[in-house]
């Protein structure tokens, strides 16, 4: 049974930096592709960073050159690097992965920027 597990949100000031993580359970996150993707109160849910099965990665344009996404192959885990936060930042950040046809979502980690 596939599993992702988001941790690593919380309360942080803008202009603060915090690290998300996604650890993948039942399959090889490296011979997947893995996503984050996040849902702000009131809006539809937006892609934000993929991570490929080849290690290719990208951003959406609102957070390229503030979040990263990488992945440790040896902890099975995708990171997402958040820095210099902005309030519309504020979202359920979830992580997304597909494994032969069947497509598997995290219960999400809750991020929020304010002062």
């Known amino acids: 049974q596939v599993r992702l597990v988001e941790s690593g949100g919380g309360l942080v000031q803008p202009g603060g930096s915090l690290t998300l993580s996604c650890a993948v359970f039942g399959t090889v996150a490296s011979t997947n592709f893995v996503g984050w993707y996040r849902q702000a109160p009131g809006k539809e849910r937006e892609w934000v960073a993929t991570?490929?099965?080849?290690?290719?990665?990208d951003v959406v344009d609102s957070v390229k050159g503030r979040f990263t996404i990488w992945r440790d192959n040896d902890k099975n885990t995708v990171f997402l690097q958040m820095n210099n936060l902005k309030p519309e930042d504020t979202a359920i950040y979830h992580c997304h992965t597909a494994v032969r046809g069947t497509k598997y979502w995290g219960a999400g980690t809750l991020v929020t920027v304010s002062s």
């Open positions: 991570v490929l099965s080849g290690g290719a990665r």
